[in-house]
T-cell receptor
């Protein structure tokens, strides 16, 4: 599975959009980009995933560049409850192992 | 829909004692995973089950760790004897099948003294 690079930490003002970047320059054509987050003392929570096209669900939007070498997770209106560690993971379509990196610590501040 | 259930949530034991963690996956999920998360790090896969069969246990320290999923639903992860370095959060996850999205439980936080 391809390696991902994320910033160590980011701050965001409450009510503003939070844009979390992820680099995956070695991604292969059959690898998906997954995003999970982990709020303190809880298990990782699935957010969204995509292959080529941009994706949106009730939690977030995922923007994948045309060359697929990077992506951005967008939380449109961040709240204090969105403070968490956000993990960007690349995984093959039939792969089963989620390889977590260190993730990005997002702090939403009032 | 109920999520992945794990118990206990917290466990404190002395080294050399045995300990067991229990996981009930989301109903209908055939694939079950156990991960270990050390402080400040991301989770790492220990073992994966497809129904009753352990299909990937390459990262499970087999000298002291064991796991079972007898009826293809609930699973138990055991450590015997526990060592100080086993202090971590043990997470269970499940998915409909191979390659599907994994959903995690809240984890069991183990402290070995």
């Amino acid at each position: 599975d391809a390696k991902t690079t994320q910033p160590t930490s980011m701050d965001c003002a409450e009510g503003r959009a939070a844009n979390l970047p992820c680099n995956h320059s070695t991604i292969s054509g059959n690898e998906y980009v997954y995003w999970y987050r982990q709020i303190h003392s809880q298990g990782p929570q699935y957010i969204i995933h995509g292959l080529k096209n941009n994706e949106t669900n009730e939690m977030a939007s995922l923007i994948i560049t045309e060359d697929r070498k990077s992506s951005t997770l967008i939380l449109p209106h961040a709240t204090l409850r969105d403070t968490a560690v956000y993990y960007c993971i690349v995984r093959v379509a039939q792969g089963n192992k989620l390889v977590f990196g260190a993730g990005t610590i997002l702090r939403v501040k009032s | 829909e109920a999520g992945v259930v794990q118990s206990p949530r917290y466990k404190i034991i002395e080294k050399k004692q045995p300990v067991a963690f229990w996981c009930n996956p989301i109903s209908g999920h055939n694939t079950l995973y156990w991960y270990r998360q050390n402080l400040g790090q991301g989770p790492e896969l220990l073992i994966r089950y497809e129904n009753e069969e352990a299909v990937d246990d390459s990262q499970l320290p087999k000298d002291r760790f064991s796991a079972e999923r007898l009826k293809g639903v609930d699973s138990t992860l055991k450590i015997q004897p526990a060592e100080l370095g086993d202090s971590a959060v043990y997470l269970c996850a499940s998915s409909y099948g191979q390659g599907e999205t994994q959903y995690f439980g809240p984890g069991t936080r183990l402290l070995v003294l």
